[in-house]
């Protein structure tokens, strides 16, 4: 108990008897009550009422600075027999009046003179034969069980548990929390000075260069106070529940300015709470991860799966499965990360939230749609329970997700115009997730290079680098930016300009040990060197990445070991160019010759096939375009004119739009 008092909740406390003691004008009450229940309630219990009721109950938290406190009774007057004086006044003036360590265990007595007393007090007090006096006629009484109520009785409990150093480090505390508010002070009464904070020093004469000053009070000298020296643990707790809540519900990253106030936070003597090893979890795996990193990661997921069953927390299991399956899809293992969405939906699902099992939901779908099986994908998000989707937040999820799902499909097919169409749906819902919103926004830069828009998708593209950058954003989004801004470039005629982006893209996912963006930055690289007629760089480049197969259910094709066609089908295509290349620099009829047009035409059936997994119906109709041409080159004409013929056929299949 003695870790719930603070000197914000004394402000609490001296604000209430402020309203007990009719300070307050009817017309401030509304607010008053408003500012005192936002904080005295927890915050699921009053921030569907009262902040709805006046603005002043926005300023909900654990911790209130000073300032918040003059900011909200600065500008309610006092009642009408305290004509030019504020409730800010009368508060900065019963806070002052604590001017002592006993004055504080005075003030803690005599709140209890607002509450009614029971019939066990009335008792006890009659047979010690005290008279009762009647108090003040226009003094409010809040009955025990009301919120104010509870609260003063919790304060008075929490005190009275104390020992004699926490009521000392509890008055010292108060001390700094109200010392922003000396000049005010001084200002309207002229006596006061530094050491107006106790009057036994004044009554007594003393000055800092004493020994008794400097022995009380001489810590507070230094100016270096610690944040969490004005926190409680209980103050603690609700800022960890309020940011897990935030990153389960929402996977918001921390900032890290406020990341490094929750380390000075758990830093201080205030002992750390349980939770804050899975906030330190939570944190991990979203923030940029370096290759140094990653078994620390691990640590905190083993301490998460750790304090999840031994303290039965249920309702954590689901963000560590779904924190976990995305961390082993950035590693490149994306059949673990897949595995880990089956398990959470044939073991955790039930003891979930709905929100988090539709999470999970959309990340098993996301993985189907990246191997290419869009319809099945749709499936399992149209298996939803729609009671499911009856609130809101569930809903913009769902369709979210579905429309991205969509979208991706259309653009595949070439089909513009439902990809135009999904793209003004999927712009009206608040996309809060940060990866998914990064997927639209790389979608929409895909729409607008296959509207040959490339100065539009350059700018948007620089417009979202630069947005990444001033908020800090991971790596992972990142990475993916200065890949898809070299693919750009080269589309715009400039690949040599993308080279210095393409190594630095790869050195940093390596040293990140992202392998599907190194996977992805190696393939930006090798596009620079076939464009520099680096033919056989090229083949190395993409060579030391395909041994990262794996044999699948799909026959003889093998794909990445993190199970991207796209990406899979973008380095078989570029092998065929690279080999291509060395074909044309060999001699005619010459076996090297034979050799890399009879590579180049097998990795071109590889490619079509990805491409056909993935409804890529352009790149279909270009990899049957260099089918044919390498057939002629083979001197093979019938084969030749049988892959022209399936050229044509495809051509004539492909939805009107931008070739």
């Not at 922003?180 to 000055?207: E, K, Q």
């Not at 709905?354 to 999470?359: I, R």
């Amino acid at each position: 108990m003695k870790d719930f008092l603070t000197p914000s909740k004394i402000g609490l406390l001296a604000l209430i008897s402020l309203y007990c003691e009719n300070v307050v004008p009817v017309t401030s009450t509304v607010p008053i009550l408003s500012f005192l229940i936002s904080h005295v309630l927890p915050k699921d219990a009053s921030s569907t009422t009262t902040s709805q009721v006046n603005p002043a109950a926005k300023a909900g938290g654990p911790m209130i600075p000073l300032e918040e406190f003059e900011r909200v009774l600065s500008v309610l007057p006092s009642a009408s027999g305290f004509p030019g004086r504020s409730v800010w006044d009368w508060h900065a003036e019963k806070m002052w009046s604590i001017n002592s360590l006993d004055a504080l265990f005075a003030f803690f007595e005599e709140i209890n003179k607002y509450l009614p007393k029971t019939a066990a007090d009335i008792q006890r007090e009659d047979d010690q034969g005290i008279v009762r006096w009647p108090g003040p006629e226009n003094r409010v009484f809040l009955s025990r069980s009301s919120p104010l109520g509870a609260f003063i009785r919790r304060a008075q409990l929490a005190f009275s548990r104390m020992q004699i150093h926490d009521s000392v480090a509890l008055w010292k505390r108060l001390i700094l929390y109200r010392q922003s508010s000396l000049p005010d002070r001084r200002r309207r009464h002229s006596a006061a000075t530094d050491l107006s904070f106790d009057a036994v020093l004044g009554d007594m004469n003393l000055g800092w260069d004493d020994n008794l000053t400097n022995t009380l009070y001489g810590d507070l000298l230094d100016g270096d106070a610690e944040p969490a020296s004005l926190t409680s643990m209980d103050e603690i707790e609700r800022l960890l529940e309020f940011q897990v809540e935030k990153m389960q519900k929402m996977g918001t990253r921390v900032p890290e300015e406020l990341r490094d106030r929750f380390r000075n936070f758990l830093s201080g003597d205030t002992p750390a709470p349980n939770l804050s090893h899975y906030v330190k979890f939570m944190a991990g795996w979203g923030l940029p991860v370096f290759g140094d990193n990653i078994p620390l990661v691990f640590e905190n997921i083993l301490k998460s799966s750790h304090l999840n069953l031994t303290k039965n927390m249920t309702n954590g299991v689901a963000a560590q499965m779904s924190m976990q399956s995305s961390l082993w899809a950035r590693l490149g293992v994306t059949h673990l990360a897949w595995s880990h969405c089956e398990i959470f939906d044939e073991c955790y699902s039930e003891q979930a939230t709905l929100h988090d099992a539709l999470k999970m939901t959309c990340r098993s779908a996301s993985i189907l749609v990246q191997k290419g099986c869009y319809d099945e994908g749709l499936a399992k998000m149209e298996s939803v329970d729609r009671e499911c989707l009856r609130t809101l937040k569930n809903y913009q999820l769902w369709t979210v997700f579905t429309g991205l799902f969509r979208l991706k499909r259309e653009l595949f097919r070439n089909n513009l115009e439902a990809a135009e169409y999904l793209l003004g749906q999927l712009r009206s819902p608040d996309i809060q997730d940060p990866d998914t919103h990064f997927e639209f926004e790389v979608l929409y830069i895909d729409y607008l290079t296959r509207r040959a828009s490339y100065a539009e998708a350059l700018s948007h593209l620089e417009t979202l680098a630069s947005s990444l950058k001033d908020e800090d954003r991971d790596i992972y989004l990142r990475v993916r930016l200065l890949t898809l801004k070299t693919f750009l470039l080269d589309k715009c005629g400039f690949a040599p300009k993308g080279f210095s982006i393409a190594v630095r893209a790869a050195s940093i996912a390596w040293r990140a040990r992202l392998m599907p963006v190194l996977w992805e930055a190696l393939c930006a690289v090798s596009v620079v060197l076939i464009q520099l007629k680096e033919f056989e760089a090229a083949a190395k480049v993409l060579n030391a990445i395909m041994p990262q197969y794996l044999k699948t259910d799909y026959g003889a094709l093998k794909i990445l070991e993190c199970e991207d066609v796209s990406l899979s089908a973008l380095a078989y295509s570029l092998l065929v160019d690279a080999h291509m290349g060395q074909a044309g620099e060999a001699e005619a009829e010459s076996p090297r010759r034979i050799e890399r047009l009879t590579r180049a035409s097998e990795l071109t059936d590889c490619a079509f096939g990805e491409y056909s997994r993935i409804e890529e119906v352009q790149k279909q109709c270009e990899m049957m375009s260099k089918k044919a041409t390498i057939m002629h080159l083979m001197n093979e004409y019938v084969l030749a004119n049988d892959y022209a013929a399936k050229y044509l056929e495809l051509r004539k299949g492909l939805v009107h739009g931008i070739l």
